[in-house]
């Protein structure tokens, strides 16, 4: 049975020309949502996945803006509203290493070199130029991981292990 991932929530429309405003999930916004990429609509209590292409995408303010091939006004795109856009495992695709899917990261187990346990990952944050692993720590105290070389220096997905250089202030 193939495993679906979520890419983003059709939340609203925008305009009239069939321009639907998604909250994006995606770890790779640019490569989701290029025109004549298919991306499957599962509407709120149902199963089967509806197909949809692509047409366009733009970003504008924290949304994504997509329109998709023969969805051309806001009457035949109103429907979608709160439908979750997904794509199938099969078409997650091959990542260079040190590269990671989000769902491969959130719940990974992090301790330090010395072995001290930091805590559980729950939220990946992507502020800029690197992302940022947000860890629940002892007593429910977050900490933020850079991910970057000199902090991050092992990642075993397959065990959910991911070991840091302890920095000064960074987990004081």
Known sequence: MEKWFNVGKIVNTQGIKGEVRVISKTDFPEKRY??????????????????????????HKNFELLTFEGFNNINEVEKFRDGILKVPESQLGILAEDEFYYHEIIGCHVTT??????????????PG????????????????????????????VQEKIVIIEPIEGLLS
Not at 43 to 58: A, I, Q
Not at 113 to 126: A, D, H
Not at 142 to 154: N, S, T
């Open 113 to 126: 070199t010395n072995g001290e346990e930091i805590g559980k990952i729950v939220e990946i944050l992507s």
């Open 129 to 156: 130029a690197n992302d940022v692993w947000v860890v629940k720590g002892k007593g429910g105290k977050e900490v933020l991981i850079p991910y970057i070389h000199d902090v991050v220096k092992k990642v075993d």
């Open 34 to 59: 290029k025109a004549g990429n298919v991306l499957y609509l599962f509407m709120p209590n149902s199963n089967t996945p509806f197909e949809l292409t692509v047409k366009s995408h733009r970003t």
